[in-house]
């Protein structure tokens, strides 16, 4: 398979804790994608790695992408409430192939 | 596992006409399907959601009069690119969730590739 494949599956955090997923794929890449999908919408494209960066930053939200091992990892800072939402990764070679997401939830 | 068909899986137009894309989930109901769209190398971005019955909600920055989207019946949702125009040339991608499938699950078609001239 060539999607990718979050973990943890599931992650229960407090509000103000940071959270860490992260995602392993197989092929050689020239970007990978991280998602989120809050129940029952749309993924919403959070950020965008190429395969020549190995760290990104958005907001509160760093990404690290390791091509040696395959493997990038999401770090939401500060988490809130509204973090809570399924995350998920894809690579350009993912061909719309989604892993099952990490489902994280965050407890105000 | 559930299935979602495009079609067409290519189309190349002029400059001005419409296209219309159609997404169909094969073997399951589906009250919600998205659409996105994908320029090379890029990530996939939502365009809008589209519920059966009722007007499709769009995301911020997407012409609702471009992008016409109609989910007419539970297995059914089609996108028109009005007027198109050479930078709507993209990757057009469209999902469903079923409503038997596992929490937040998305089943995603093979994509249409909009070459516009």
């Known amino acids: 398979s060539q999607q990718g494949e979050e973990d943890p599956q599931a992650l229960s955090i407090q509000e103000g804790e940071n959270a860490t997923m992260n995602c392993s794929y197989k092929?050689?890449?020239?970007?990978l994608q991280w998602y989120r999908q809050n129940s029952g919408r749309g993924l919403v494209h959070l950020i965008l790695i190429r395969s020549n960066e190995r760290e990104k930053h958005s907001g509160r939200l760093r990404v690290t992408l390791d091509t040696s091992k395959k493997s990038s990892s999401l770090l939401i800072t500060a988490s809130r409430a509204a973090d809570t939402a399924s995350y998920f990764c894809?690579?350009?070679?993912?061909?719309?192939?989604f892993g099952a997401g990490t489902r994280l939830t965050v407890k105000p | 596992g559930a299935v979602v068909s495009q079609h067409p899986s290519w189309v190349i137009c002029k400059s001005g006409t419409s296209v219309k894309i159609e997404c169909r989930s094969l073997?399951?109901?589906?009250?919600?399907m998205f659409w996105y769209r994908q320029f090379p190398k890029q990530s996939l971005m939502l365009m809008a959601t589209?519920?059966?019955?009722?007007?499709?909600?769009?995301e911020q920055g997407v012409e609702k009069d471009k992008f016409l989207i109609n989910h007419a019946s539970l297995t059914l949702s089609t996108l028109t690119v009005t007027s198109a125009h050479p930078e709507d040339s993209s990757f057009y991608i469209c999902?469903?969730?079923?409503?038997?499938?596992?929490?937040?699950?998305?089943?995603f078609g093979p994509g249409t590739r909009l070459t516009v001239l």
């Open positions: 999902s469903a969730i079923s409503g038997r499938a596992s929490y937040n699950e998305q089943f």
């Open positions: 894809a690579t350009d070679a993912s061909d719309m192939r």
């Open positions: 092929t050689s890449i020239n970007n």
């Open positions: 589209s519920n059966e019955g009722s007007k499709a909600t769009y």
């Open positions: 073997d399951f109901q589906a009250t919600t």
